[in-house]
């Protein structure tokens, strides 16, 4: 029996997105509490945490984007037709929060604000408009003949722009779950704090979108309600409560590690529901893995350098995570 060259490619492109999703996720989420975060002292360390890994974290948006290109040509051709408004401004909202990232030490005192702003509104701005992309995109995309039919404010509806929110507060919680396992003192007291109503607001939003596709998509709602399909898919909901529940406890008993690694499972779990209700659909309503692949040979041929390239990611990134491990204190900066 020969290898599936679409579903190992999907395998590997679902992998470094959800890579990107955990990694990008926290350090866009300190952007967005940094409202919160009113003292120069505690924006300070809270950017350190995360100025010596945030660029390479961006890697797997890379890898993302270039496997698609090369393993789903078609995809690639209708996701950048359709959503290009939304995906230019994530990239302008990584822009900014990146320039932000370099400028904001070296800046003069009384030029700092603007930085700041530029961080803040970068972080909000690219994960708003991910969270866009992606609930366009299980939404659907109207197409003919393999080409994208709808306008160019397609993607402008209400469960899109939800799903957008939704981000917003899960990279939020990753970023405050990130600083209480990273800092201490009243920092790390004001990220407890924040973390409690955080985790609620999170739980709410999966809810909403856990009634909402089904009742959008009736392929879906037959896809997770069916028998024996409830039974094979009924962990994932079960797995969510037992998760937040066992989060929701270590921040009483202050835990500063546990409700990082909850909120990765909590992420997880709900990128597991989204593939459970797409599969095997890689262009949402219609069109699988298998039809919108590239040819076995462009397939091949890739994969090579796609097993080439992986490990060393890992390896760098395993690296810089070991390297910078541990609190970070006012007195320890990067830049």
């Not at 400028?103 to 803040?120: M, V």
């Not at 709900?270 to 040979?297: C, F, K, M, N, R």
């Amino acid at each position: 029996m020969g290898i599936d060259l679409p579903l190992l490619w999907a395998l590997i492109i679902g992998f470094g997105v959800m890579m990107y999703v955990i990694m990008d996720g926290f350090d866009l989420g300190i952007g967005i509490l940094y409202p919160f975060l009113p003292d120069k002292q505690d924006r300070d360390v809270a950017m350190n945490t995360v100025a010596p890994v945030w660029d390479g974290n961006e890697t797997w948006l890379v890898l993302g984007g270039a496997g698609l290109f090369a393993a789903f040509p078609m995809v690639y051709s209708v996701v950048l037709t359709a959503l290009y408004l939304p995906l230019i401004f994530m990239l302008l909202g990584l822009i900014f929060r990146g320039i932000a990232f370099e400028f904001r030490f070296k800046a003069r005192e009384h030029e700092r604000p603007i930085w700041d702003k530029a961080f803040i509104g970068g972080s909000l701005a690219a994960t708003f408009f991910q969270g866009v992309v992606l609930g366009a995109f299980i939404s659907g995309l109207p197409m003919e003949n393999g080409v994208y039919t709808g306008g160019a404010f397609g993607w402008f509806a209400p469960f899109p722009l939800f799903t957008g929110v939704g981000l917003v507060f899960a990279y939020a919680l990753l970023g405050s779950t990130w600083l209480l396992m990273k800092t201490e003192g009243p920092l790390q007291d004001r990220m407890r704090r924040l973390t409690h109503p955080l985790t609620w607001i999170m739980l709410a939003l999966i809810a909403i979108i856990s009634v909402w596709t089904p009742i959008a998509h009736p392929q879906i709602a037959a896809r997770w309600f069916s028998f024996p399909n409830i039974f094979w898919f009924s962990p994932i909901p079960l797995l969510v409560v037992f998760c937040a529940t066992l989060m929701l406890k270590g921040l009483k008993q202050g835990a500063q590690v546990a409700p990082f690694i909850y909120t990765l499972i909590l992420i997880f779990l709900g990128y597991s529901g989204l593939a459970v209700s797409g599969w095997p659909h890689i262009l949402p309503p219609d069109v699988t893995l298998w039809e919108a692949a590239a040819p076995p040979q462009s397939l091949g041929f890739t994969l090579v350098g796609a097993l080439f390239i992986i490990p060393f990611i890992l390896m760098y990134t395993a690296l810089a995570y070991y390297v910078f491990r541990g609190k970070v204190r006012p007195e320890d900066g990067y830049h």
